[in-house]
Nanobody, 115 residues
Framework: QVQLVESGGGLVQAGGSLRLSCAAS????????MGWYRQAPGKQRELVAS???????NYAVSVKGRFTISRDNAKNTVYLQMNSLKPEDAAVYYC?????????WGQGKQVTVSS
């Protein structure tokens, strides 16, 4: 059984920084894609950033230049460094892994940005 455990998040003032982590554990042969999504109240879940097994990254236009996604393959962990946070970044953030061709989601972490 595979589990994803997220950590980080919380409350920060606008302009501040937060870091999210998501670690996978269990029976894992290979992890291809890793990514972060977010969902604000009343809105659809949206892609924030993704990273391939080769390290290629992709970002939503709204976070480009402010957020950085990275991965540690040895730890089966993906990170999201969020800088210059804005009130509109507030949402529940979910990590998403593709492990052995199956999609797994983290439990979600609340990010709140005060203006």
């Amino acid at each position: 059984q595979v589990q994803l455990v997220e950590s980080g998040g919380g409350l920060v003032q606008a302009g501040g920084s937060l870091r999210l982590s998501c670690a996978a554990s269990g029976r894992i042969f290979s992890i291809s894609g890793m990514g972060w999504y977010r969902q604000a109240p009343g809105k659809q879940r949206e892609l924030v950033a993704s990273i391939t097994s080769g390290g290629s990254t992709n970002y939503a236009v709204s976070v480009k230049g402010r957020f950085t996604i990275s991965r540690d393959n040895a730890k089966n962990t993906v990170y999201l460094q969020m800088n210059s946070l804005k009130p509109e970044d507030a949402a529940v953030y979910y990590c998403r892994f593709v492990i052995d061709s199956y999609v797994y989601w983290g439990q979600g972490k609340q990010v709140t940005v005060s203006s």
